[in-house]
């Protein structure tokens, strides 16, 4: 069972500031994801990745196979980022097992 | 709108009822996914359909709950005997093969 460890769980930032979120896990996959949640809502998917890097707007997903880690970034980041940043992995087993998620981490913007 | 759609978005119900949810996945997507996500923790994987098929079921998925795709379409997740523990947020998903997977807006179950 793979075990996904997401940095920090909490994070208060000012406008502009940029944002590293990072996540770590603890057995191959086959893909990453990157989601974003607002309080009472639903899920978004922002990213989703397997190696490399992925940019999309102001956000930034990079994947390190070898090491079993990712990271989100947020460049000029603005209030209306604030949400909860989840990471899930997809096994190697070919998704039959579902995403294995992170507990997310909470993100606030102040302006 | 074509994303994935639930229903409804809110149940309360009293401990011991029956309730039943469903889930309306993209239409040409053939994966479908069902999670539970309870209060300041991330979603846990419950059960998956490959079409038609329930290939995977999670041991969280205890015999009080019961998830159908009958024609490979839209998936319904029922629970009996409902206990206060069950109260959290349902959440479906669905995916093409090797792709990306699409949430819904969830299905909030609160228990008395």
């Known amino acids: 069972k793979n075990e996904v460890e997401q940095s920090p769980q909490n994070l208060t930032a000012q406008e502009g500031e940029f944002i590293t979120i990072n996540c770590s896990y603890s057995?191959?996959?086959?893909?990453l994801h990157w989601l974003q949640q607002h309080p009472g809502g639903g899920i978004v998917s922002l990213f989703m990745l397997s190696s490399g890097k992925k940019k999309h707007g102001r956000l930034i997903a990079t994947i390190n196979i070898q090491e079993k880690h990712s990271s989100l970034h947020i460049t000029a980041s603005h209030p209306r980022d604030s949400a909860v940043y989840i990471c899930a992995v997809l096994g190697s087993g070919g998704g039959a097992d579902g995403l294995t998620f992170g507990k997310g981490t909470h993100l606030i913007i102040q302006p | 709108d074509t994303g994935v759609s639930q229903d409804p978005r809110h149940k309360i119900t009293k401990r011991g009822q029956n309730v039943t949810f469903r889930c309306d996945p993209i239409?040409?997507?053939?994966?479908l996914y069902w999670y539970r996500q309870t209060l300041g923790q991330g979603p846990e994987f419950l059960t998956y359909?490959?079409?038609?098929?329930?290939?995977?079921k999670s041991r969280l998925l205890s015999d009080r709950f019961s998830a159908e795709r009958p024609k490979g379409s839209f998936s319904t997740l029922e629970i009996q005997r409902t206990e206060q523990g069950d109260s959290a947020m349902y959440l479906c998903?669905?995916?093409?093969?090797?792709?990306?997977?699409?949430f819904g807006p969830g299905t909030r179950l609160t228990v008395l």
């Open positions: 057995v191959g996959i086959s893909a």
């Open positions: 998903a669905s995916s093409s093969q090797g792709y990306e997977q699409f």
């Open positions: 239409s040409e997507h053939n994966r």
């Open positions: 359909f490959q079409n038609e098929a329930q290939l995977e």
